[in-house]
């Protein structure tokens, strides 16, 4: 029997799983989208992308979250016959202002948790409901969470707080940042890679469904796009990005819309979606004529450039960018478009190394990489260390 680590990022309809050794070799990687609809479906590849075989399902064996992990891990039962799970890491939007490291799972730190909800109503609940039904597959056996705000708590009080009445900040209303366990990874990378990077300023963008931007000083973060909630910052997929609060009194009091609507507005109407009316997928929105499209990748590409250029300010200078994220590791066009005419700033790119995905595409000062990311593997190094302590 082979001893392995899992690790779930468990969403309100998908469902992310990564299986290691106890060495942190990956096994495999495996998600489910759509839960609950009938177009439900799980993938999985080994530690090299290559598809494992999945069994047909009936579209019941992902009607909830509970249910698609029993099913996922009936898969992985399957492919990797006889393997004990020693511990499950979990991914957790928010650690709030306290938790700011990997921890071992209790019935009171669920709760304390639990009270964090109101601070990511759309995620937080989706991931705690992903801890239980794992405590219920693997009674007994040890959960460790993972906090995607947790990297970003070092931030210094002017990257922390919003200009309202000192009271919110103390009760919890801050910069939080999210995307950490992803920033984590790269940031590790650069260590082990690129020391004196690493050492010096560098700004991530994270460009996925999610997309925001850190910068880093030696390493830490100390300034992030998104702020309070995931919907600061950057324009997504679905999510608008930064907003004029103005805009949200305005559909307040002008179009009567409520705190349901206006949420459904922002977190799953808008940005690439709601700017192109096509698509929030960029393969799709780079593949068509649609000229909405266009100006929504035109607008993503300008935001990411503005926030360069505020966190170069913010860091004092600029040494290096990462890209990463679906977006960051395999858009070449939006990457040229947000190096384009950013050479006052040091940063010049190779369009032959870009289009190839290079691991470095620049030929400036400034040295501009790919790094593919890696949550999973952050969360399978934290349950392994937790589990050692
Ligand atoms: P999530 O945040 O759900 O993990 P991903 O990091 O997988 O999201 O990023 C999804 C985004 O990456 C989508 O907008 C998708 O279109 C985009 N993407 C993936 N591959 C490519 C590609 N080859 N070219 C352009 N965009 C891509």
């Known amino acids: 029997m082979s001893r392995a680590i899992l690790t779930l990022n468990s969403g309100s309809s998908s469902l992310k799983l990564g299986l290691f050794t106890e060495g942190l ?15 439900a479906a799980m993938k999985i590849a080994d530690a090299e992308g290559r598809a494992l075989p999945v069994p047909e399902h009936a579209p019941n064996d992902f009607a909830t979250n509970a249910q698609a992990l029993k099913t ?34 209790t019935e009171a730190l669920m709760k304390d948790l639990a009270r964090l909800a109101p601070f990511a109503p759309l995620h937080q609940p989706h991931n705690l409901a992903g801890v239980r039904a794992a405590i219920e597959a693997f009674p007994g056996t040890p959960q460790i969470v993972c906090y995607d705000t947790a990297f970003h708590r070092g931030h210094p009080f002017v990257a922390d707080t919003y200009a309202l009445p000192r009271a919110y900040y103390e009760e919890g209303v801050r910069r939080y940042g999210f995307h950490g366990l992803s920033y984590d990874y790269i940031h590790g990378e650069l260590a082990r890679t690129e020391p004196e990077l690493h050492a010096g300023r560098v700004v991530v963008a994270h460009l996925g469904s ?36 103005g805009v949200v009194l305005y559909l307040m009091d002008q179009k009567g819309m409520g705190a349901q609507e206006i949420s459904d507005l922002l977190y799953k109407q808008s940005g690439l979606l709601g700017m192109s009316g096509v698509s929030n997928d960029m393969r799709t929105l780079e593949g068509s004529d649609d000229p909405h499209a266009k100006e929504a990748i035109d607008y993503f590409c300008f935001r990411i450039k503005r926030e360069l250029g505020a966190m170069a ?15 960051g590791e395999n858009s070449s066009a939006t990457r040229a478009r947000v190096c384009a005419g950013m050479e006052w700033l040091g940063i010049e790119i190779d369009p032959e190394a870009n289009a190839a995905h290079a691991r470095t595409i620049s030929t400036g000062k400034v040295r501009v990489m790919v790094i593919p990311t890696n949550e999973e593997i952050v969360i399978a190094r934290a349950a392994k260390a937790v589990l050692a302590q």
Request: aromatic share 4%; glycine share 16%.
């Open 210 to 245: 999610g997309a925001s931007m850190c910068a880093l000083m030696d390493g830490r973060s100390v300034a992030s796009t998104l702020g309070f909630s995931a919907l600061d910052g950057l324009p997504m997929g679905t999510r608008s990005g930064e907003l004029d609060p």
């Open 25 to 39: 070799q990956t096994l495999a990687i495996g998600h489910v989208d759509r839960i609950g609809r009938r177009e």
């Open 313 to 327: 300010a913010a860091l004092g200078g600029l040494d290096g960018v990462v890209f990463c994220g679906g977006i």
């Open 72 to 105: 996922a891990l009936e898969v992985f039962e399957a492919d990797f016959p006889g393997l004990e799970v020693i511990a499950v890491g979990h991914r957790i939007v928010h650690g709030g202002i306290e938790h700011a490291a990997p921890e071992l799972v």
